[in-house]
């Protein structure tokens, strides 16, 4: 595991996506979003129908892909889309759907 340096100008996201999010290819789509943007990370599908997804990258980067989360794929239908800063000094070296 590498660690993420105190001065970096990366953030780290946990986000949680509602709605209709699973079975419609939202975490794929997801990796190939985030593979695009340069954003590091993982997403994954939780047992209460909701997915998770934890972005980490530049600023600006990161809330693109946020900002993308609230639309998804063509077959979701996100109705909620909540966030927090997540503490962690562990460096993602990509994004991988888990």
Known sequence: MKKLYKDSESE?????????VQGVGFRAATVRQAHL?????WVRNLD?????ALLQGPHDRVDRLLSWLHVGPPGARVSE???SEAFTERYFERFEQI
Do not use: A, Y
Request: charged share 25%.
């Open 12 to 20: 780290t996201l946990d986000v949680n996506i509602k709605g209709r």
């Open 37 to 41: 943007l340069g954003v590091r990370g």
């Open 48 to 52: 209460d129908g909701s997915v998770q």
């Open 81 to 83: 889309v909540d966030h």
